[in-house]
């Protein structure tokens, strides 16, 4: 298995709050992507990295922004919760961006109350 | 309309038959395909690449129809293991090449 690392995997909080997840890899993965999972929908592209300090916006960027300070690590940060934030959050990454597969990690669950 | 579409299920399939859907995608210029499973609270997998001459793996066949724009997904002699939800993905040019995801449709074998 790829070595991708989720922190923290279940998370309870409140409206309002900021929340950041953390996205581990030791592949050294140039790609790396944030998804949310919803019932009745696909996985949707949140943001993507790819390199150092280089992202860009995904389909559903709003209310979300992400870090990438190294290569190994992506970070990605609801400023202030809401309800509709609800989620289950994947991280994931691949070598290229064309036609290459992408590796997940195991998810994070986040209840925003 | 969703760019990629998919029957949910469930699909109640009994142990040893063979199951078979599909996954229609809107883009006709879509570029590359691929079916990914996904096991009950966990993480997607790959699970094979869809190519133009179809894709075979023991008992998955992957087919394209670019005409028809689908592409489909064959189980064999299915196990009580091939349990899950299984996704239809599709990506191209057009999309800046980040996935677009369908769904999902859920496979449940019964012994």
């Known amino acids: 298995d790829a070595g991708i690392t989720q922190s923290p995997r279940h998370k309870v909080t409140e409206t309002g709050t900021p929340v950041t997840l953390r996205c581990h890899q030791t592949?050294?993965?140039?790609?790396m992507y944030w998804y949310r999972q919803d019932p009745g929908h696909g996985l949707r592209l949140i943001h993507y990295?790819?390199?150092?300090?280089?992202?860009d916006k995904g389909e559903v960027s709003d209310g979300y922004s992400v870090s990438r300070s190294k290569t190994e690590d992506f970070l990605l940060t609801l400023e202030s919760a809401t309800s509709s934030q609800t989620s289950v959050y994947f991280c994931?990454?691949?070598?290229?961006?064309?036609?290459?597969?992408?590796?997940f990690g195991a998810g994070t669950r986040l209840s925003v109350l | 309309r969703k760019e990629v579409e998919q029957d949910p299920g469930p699909f109640n399939v009994p142990e040893g038959a063979t199951v078979a859907f599909n996954c229609t995608y809107s883009?006709?210029?879509?570029?590359?395909f691929f079916w990914y499973r996904q096991d009950c609270r966990k993480e997607p997998k790959l699970l094979m690449s869809?190519?133009?001459?179809?894709n075979e793996d023991g008992r998955f066949t992957a087919q394209l129809n670019r005409a028809s724009q689908y592409i489909s997904l064959l189980i064999r002699d299915s196990k009580l293991s091939d349990s899950a939800t299984y996704l239809c993905?599709?990506?191209?040019?057009?999309?800046?090449?980040?996935?677009?995801w369908g769904a999902g449709t859920k496979l449940i074998i019964k012994p």
């Open positions: 883009n006709s210029a879509s570029q590359s």
């Open positions: 592949e050294n993965h140039r790609y």
């Open positions: 990295s790819y390199g150092v300090k280089d992202t």
């Open positions: 869809v190519y133009s001459s179809g």
């Open positions: 994931a990454i691949s070598e290229s961006l064309s036609v290459d597969i992408q590796y």
């Open positions: 993905v599709v990506t191209g040019r057009d999309s800046n090449y980040q996935l677009i």
